[in-house]
T-cell receptor, first 115, second 111 residues
Framework: DAGVIQSPRHEVTEMGQEVTLRCKPI?????LFWYRQTMMRGLELLIY????????DSGMPEDRFSAKMPNASFSTLKIQPSEPRDSAVYFC?????????????FGPGTRLLVL | SQQGEEDPQALSIQEGENATMNCSYKTSINNLQWYRQNSGRGLVHLIL?????REKHSGRLRVTLDTSKKSSSLLITASRAADTASYFC???????????FGKGTSLLVTP
């Protein structure tokens, strides 16, 4: 299995631009999680999906952030407009969700820099 | 929201020594997990310990869990330079399906 795939791996953009991050979960995994990692705040859960349906988006910082999962093999996290404080590493993770607190499998992350 | 809190924030040891990291959390859990993150990479699951377990081993890893103190420890024995990474504890949240991560312990193992 290829594992969780994220693209792009690096993104540099200017303030005000739209940024779209992409994730392909492991096949057969029903849960997909988006995290943001910064030095100051550590690893924060932004949103997670079960069977393509958003379950908890309470971690999404602002209306500038939106996430979708149009099908079981693809999810996007969009920031519009982007701001310098959005600079972080964004991780996608997935699992089967067969039991509470199940192991999550992480992608390599997208390193975002907003100038 | 973050629940786990690792201690120390940074740890530097020499190859062959043991490394111990601690994690404290606030609310009741179903299980607790430890993950490793190498520089510039995603997190990798190391070990899971359930709330009814007190100790678990996996290779050179030993994890303990004390639910009365809401704390866990990760021991890496006979450390190697390749163990250099950040280590995170994670606990399940109220829904049971999401995880709350601490800020991690940065471990440096020098040859």
């Amino acid at each position: 299995d290829a594992g969780v795939i994220q693209s792009p791996r690096h993104e540099v953009t200017e303030m005000g631009q739209e940024v779209t991050l992409r994730c392909k979960p492991i096949s057969g995994h029903d849960y997909l999680f988006w995290y943001r990692q910064t030095m100051m705040r550590g690893l924060e859960l932004l949103i997670y999906f079960n069977n393509n349906v958003p379950i908890d988006d309470s971690g999404m910082p602002e209306d500038r952030f939106s996430a979708k999962m149009p099908n079981a093999s693809f999810s996007t996290l969009k920031i519009q407009p982007s701001e310098p404080r959005d600079s972080a590493v964004y991780f996608c993770a997935s699992n089967r969700g067969t039991a509470p607190g199940e192991t999550q499998y992480f992608g390599p992350g997208t390193r975002l820099l907003v100038l | 929201s973050q629940q786990g809190e690792e201690d120390p924030q940074a740890l530097s040891i020499q190859e062959g020594e043991n490394a111990t990291m601690n994690c404290s959390y606030k609310t009741s859990i179903n299980n607790l997990q430890w993950y490793r993150q190498n520089s510039g990479r995603g997190l990798v699951h190391l070990i899971l310990i359930r709330s009814n377990e007190r100790e678990k081993h996996s290779g050179r890893l030993r994890v303990t869990l004390d639910t009365s103190k809401k704390s866990s420890s990760l021991l890496i024995t006979a450390s190697r330079a390749a163990d250099t990474a950040s280590y995170f504890c994670a606990t399940d949240d109220d829904s049971g399906y999401a995880l709350n991560f601490g800020k991690g312990t940065s471990l440096l193992v020098t040859p």
